[in-house]
Structures are given as structure tokens and as C-alpha cells.
């Protein structure tokens, strides 16, 4: 399972990253996706960037578009989510998780698999 961490409580405004450390097999064979789910609500897709073999080609939802930023970094087998300019309404668990769906249905979560224990975002305002 992909473990993301580097939550936490950070004002209205305010940045995080958020890591998910996976290999570097997944990285070439998987698309990465991130995802959040708030209390009370469904999960929901925040951005996903696609496998290495793929290119860089990256998705957001239109919530995050132009304050986060997923990347991924090959030498350290890691997928970074940069959150900036976060708002009370980012608040959720944010998880990362993989698919081989093409590239289309990369917005889906019934695709994603290898979720694991996520991370605690808290943006107060």
C-alpha cells in the first residue's frame, strides 16, 4: 500500500506538500492519483499525473487548477502534491493511490487501487 503523509493544520492561505513514497517500477508502470475526502462526503479526485513511459502529463480537478501542483521525483521513487493557497474548503484526508486506466478515465476513483492510510489536511480560516 502507498503511504502519503506531510498533512497538517495551516491557515487560509497558507502551503503544504504532501508526499507519497512509492518504487520506481510503480512510477513507470502506474499512473499516480490524488485524491481527498472530507468528513461526511465521497472521496474525490484532486490531480493525478501520469506513468514515466507516458510523459508528464498531469490532471486536476478544476477546484486545485492553478494552486496545486503534482510532481514527481524518479531519483527518490515520490509523488509530490505542492497545495498552495489553500482554502477551509481543502480540508480532508488526502490520499495517493495507482491505476493503469488510460489516460481518460484517469479522474475516476473506482480505477485506483493500493489505497492506503492517508494524511490529515486542515486549512482554518
Known amino acids: 500500500q502507498l503511504q502519503a503523509y506531510g498533512g497538517g493544520l495551516v491557515q487560509s492561505g497558507g502551503s503544504l506538500r504532501l508526499s507519497c513514497a512509492t518504487s520506481g517500477s510503480t512510477l513507470r508502470n502506474f499512473h499516480m ?4 475526502q472530507a468528513s461526511g462526503k465521497e472521496r474525490e479526485f484532486v490531480a493525478a499525473i501520469s506513468r514515466r ?6 490532471r486536476y480537478v478544476d477546484s486545485v487548477k492553478g494552486r496545486f501542483t ?3 521525483d524518479i531519483a527518490k521513487s515520490t509523488v509530490y502534491l505542492q497545495m498552495t493557497n489553500l482554502k477551509p474548503e481543502d480540508t480532508a484526508v488526502y490520499y495517493c493511490a495507482v491505476t493503469q486506466i488510460v489516460w481518460a478515465y484517469v479522474d475516476s476513483t473506482q480505477y485506483y487501487s493500493n489505497w492506503g492510510q492517508g494524511t490529515q489536511v486542515t486549512v482554518s480560516s
Not at 33 to 36: Q, S
Not at 53 to 58: E, F, V
Open 53 to 58: 513511459s507516458y510523459g508528464d502529463s498531469t
Open 70 to 72: 503534482v510532481s514527481r
Open 33 to 36: 492519483g490524488w485524491f481527498r
